[in-house]
C-alpha cells in the first residue's frame, strides 16, 4: 500500500525538517546545561535567550514576557493558576479545548455560549461578565471546527468593562488569555493586535518539537509560579531548560509565520476542494461551523444517524487517517463539546469527522482522498 | 584548541547515541498523536507503552505506577503537591536540591539534619518526625557531593513509625520519596529493595533527553492532579505526550541500568585517580563528603580561602569544564545549602570545585585535567 494520506494536521504535525537541523546540535555537542559557568555553556544560554528573543519578536513581545513550558497545557495552566485564587470568577469559551477545561474547573467557571456557526461574540462574553470576573479566555480557534474567534473585538469589550469598572471604584483586575496553539501559523498572532494579555502556544501544533510550549504574559501582568524549584523562567516554571525544544520552536514558529500568507492559500484552496467534492456527492452532508471564519485547513462536517467511528476506521484501511474530533476526547469515548456548543443534535454529533490538512498536503492527495471519503460515507451510511 | 575534557556530567550529560537512534523515528515518520484512532497513532501508542512498561520495570515497578513528566522539577512538584495539602508536615534532608526545597517551602517544613560527611541518617530523620508529618523526601544521592543516602535504613525506620502510629490510632499517613535523578545508573534504583513510595527520576541526568522525567508512584498511593486537561497521564498530568522523549528515555535507562558495573568502577577508577593527583600535589585540599558513600563519578574538594569561580574560568580558558556545585545555584551566586549543611565555613563553601565524571571520561582526560586543575588551583591560591 502506498503512503498513507494523513489528515489530521490539527492533532499533531510532523517535525519540519528545518525545525529539526536547527534542534540537533543542541542533542550533541551543544548538550551543556545553560545555566553552568564555563564558556561553552554561557554559548548555549546565549542561543537559548536569542531564541526566546525570537520568540518573543514573532508574536510582538518581549523577550522577558517568554515563559517556556513543556508545551500548551502546561501553558494554560500557569496563566490560570498564576493569576487566580481559587475563589475566582471566570469566563471560558463554550468551545474551548480540555486544556481550558481542566484547569478552569477548579474556578468559578461560567461558559461564554458558541453560536451555531460556533463563534463567541463579543455579547456573549458581556452576558456572563460579572464584576468579580478576572480572567476570560478564548481560543483564538478551537481544534475541532477551526472557527476563528473575534479575540481583537472581545478585547475591545473587556477594554470597555476596564475603564467602567475603573469609572466605579471596582480594583478587581480582568485579564484576557487566549489559547492560539491551533491557530498559529494561520492567523496575524500580534499580541498587541490581538488586545490580549496571556497566549498560549504550542510548537506541536506547528511543525514543532512535542512538549515544548510558551505562555506569553504582558509586563503589566504579575504571575505566581506554577512548578518551583531551581528557579528557571523567572521562577514561575522551574526545571533545567529544554534548550533543544526552545531553539526548534522558535525555528517553527518563524517559518509558520513566514510561510502564513501563501501557505495558507494553498491549503484553503485544497480544503474548499475537499469540501465541494464532499458535499457535491453527498448532499445531505452539512459543514459545521462558520464558512467564513475558519482555520485554512479546516473541514468538520456531519451526516445525521452516520457512525462517524466506522468511518474513521474504514478510510484507515484505506489508507486515509482522519479524526472524528480533538484526539484526546476522541480517546476517551467522550462527545465533543464543541458539537454540542454549536446545538448538535447527539445523532449529528457522533456522524461528524474532522479532515485538518496541512504542509505535507498534496492536490493528489485531496484529489484521492476526496473520493475515498465520499465511498466510506456511503458504504457506512447504507448500512 | 584540542576538545574541551568535560567534567561537569553532574549538570547535563550529552545525549547517548544509543539514545538518538531510537528517538528519530518518532519526530518524522512516527509523528502522530497517540490518543488518535487509525492505526498508525495506536502502533505509537504501543510504542509508549511499552517505553512506560521498560521504564517500570527498569525499576521493578509496574506501567500504570509511572506517570511521565518534564523533567525531574515537576515530578518532584507532582509527587509533593499530589499527596500534600498546604498545613502538612513534611521532612526534607538538609542537602536537598533546589527542586525539592522550592516546592517543599510551601509546606510546613523540617530539615533532618546531614553530618559532616552529607550523610542523612536515619536517626537524624528520626529526630525531626512528628506524628503530623505525612511526607518524608530525601535523594537518592545530593549533586553536589554525590553522597549515597542510607534510603532503606530510613524506609525501615518510616516502617516502624507507621507501625507504631497505626498501634496508637494514629491515621495520618506517612509516604516516602526520593529524588533518584543524580543517582540513576550509579546505585540499584530497584523500588522494592529502596523501600519507598515515589520515586523521581531524570532522563537528562543519565544520557537521555532533556526534561523528560518520570514519578513512579506504588499503587497504594493516591494523587491528585498536577496539570488537569485532556487527560493524559491518568488525568494527573495533562498534555499530549512525549513519545520521543519516553522511548528514549526508556533506552537510556536501559542503557544506564545495564552497564551500571562496568561503568561504575571504570568511573570510579579515574575519579579516584583523579582525586590522589589532587591532594597529593595540594596537601591542604579537602575531600567533601563521604568518600566510602559517594557515586562513582563526584568529587568535590574545598581549600580555604580559595575563590573557585575564578578556579572555574581559568580551567575554562585551559579547556577543562569543571562547576563550583549545582548550576542552576552556581549561576545565581548563592551559597551552596549541602556545603553549608556539612559545616563548611563560608570560606571554605566559596573555595570549593566539583568534579563530576562520566561515560566519555578517558584516562588521558584525568591525567591532563589533573595536571591543570593542580595548577590552576595553585595559581589562584598564591595570588
Redesign the interface.
Known amino acids: 500500500m502506498s503512503t498513507?494520506i494523513y489528515l489530521?494536521y490539527a492533532?499533531?504535525?510532523?517535525?519540519d525538517e528545518r525545525v529539526?537541523v536547527v534542534m540537533q546540535p543542541y542533542?550533541?555537542?551543544k548538550?551543556?546545561?545553560p545555566?553552568?559557568?564555563?564558556?561553552?555553556?554561557r554559548d548555549v544560554r546565549r542561543d537559548l535567550d536569542e531564541a526566546r528573543h525570537r520568540l518573543a519578536t514573532s508574536i510582538g513581545g518581549k523577550r522577558d514576557e517568554i515563559v517556556l513550558t513543556?508545551?500548551?497545557?502546561?501553558s494554560?495552566?500557569l496563566a490560570f493558576r498564576g493569576i487566580l485564587e481559587p475563589d475566582n470568577h471566570i469566563v471560558i469559551g463554550a468551545t474551548e479545548?480540555?486544556?481550558?477545561r481542566?484547569?478552569a474547573?477548579?474556578y468559578q467557571v461560567t461558559y461564554a455560549k458558541s453560536d451555531a456557526k460556533g463563534i463567541i461574540s463579543p455579547e456573549s462574553v458581556a452576558a456572563v461578565l460579572t464584576d468579580d470576573t478576572k480572567l476570560v479566555s478564548i481560543a483564538a480557534a478551537d481544534s475541532e471546527l477551526g472557527v476563528v474567534q473575534p479575540l481583537a473585538k472581545i478585547a475591545a469589550l473587556l477594554g470597555e468593562v476596564r475603564r467602567d469598572r475603573a469609572k466605579r471604584g471596582i480594583n478587581t483586575p480582568l485579564y484576557f488569555h487566549s489559547d492560539a496553539s491551533q491557530a498559529a501559523g494561520a492567523i496575524d498572532l500580534h499580541v498587541a493586535r490581538l488586545g490580549i494579555d496571556l497566549l498560549t502556544l504550542n510548537a506541536?501544533k506547528c511543525y514543532g518539537?512535542?512538549?515544548v510550549g510558551l505562555l506569553w504574559v504582558a509586563s503589566h501582568v504579575t504571575l505566581k509560579p506554577l512548578?518551583?524549584?531551581?528557579?528557571?523562567e523567572r521562577g514561575l516554571r522551574?526545571?533545567?531548560?529544554?534548550?533543544?525544544?526552545t531553539i526548534g520552536f522558535a525555528r517553527a514558529l518563524q517559518c509558520a509565520i513566514k510561510d502564513r500568507h501563501s501557505e495558507s492559500n494553498r491549503v484553503r484552496r485544497l480544503r474548499d476542494q475537499l469540501q465541494d467534492t464532499l458535499v457535491t456527492a453527498l448532499p445531505d452532508l452539512v459543514v459545521n461551523g462558520s464558512q467564513k471564519k475558519r482555520l485554512p485547513g479546516h473541514l468538520n462536517v456531519s451526516l445525521d444517524g452516520l457512525d462517524a467511528?466506522r468511518v474513521?476506521?474504514r478510510?484507515?484501511n484505506e489508507g486515509v487517517?482522519?479524526?472524528?474530533g480533538?484526539?484526546?476526547?476522541?480517546?476517551?469515548g467522550t462527545r465533543s463539546n464543541v458539537l454540542t456548543a454549536i446545538g448538535l443534535s447527539d445523532s449529528m454529533a457522533d456522524g461528524s469527522l474532522r479532515f485538518s490538512l496541512g504542509r505535507q498536503t498534496t492536490d493528489e492527495d485531496i484529489e484521492r482522498a476526496g473520493n475515498l471519503i465520499v465511498d466510506a460515507i456511503r458504504h457506512e451510511a447504507t448500512l
Open positions: 498513507p489530521d492533532a499533531a504535525t510532523p517535525l529539526f542533542f550533541s555537542e548538550f551543556y546545561n545555566s553552568a559557568a564555563y564558556a561553552a555553556a513543556a508545551g500548551a497545557t502546561e494554560v495552566n479545548h480540555a486544556a481550558v481542566g484547569v474547573a477548579e506541536a518539537p512535542k512538549q512548578i518551583p524549584g531551581g528557579g528557571q522551574s526545571g533545567t531548560e529544554n534548550v533543544a525544544g467511528e474513521v476506521f478510510l484507515d487517517q482522519v479524526a472524528t480533538a484526539a484526546c476526547a476522541a480517546n476517551k
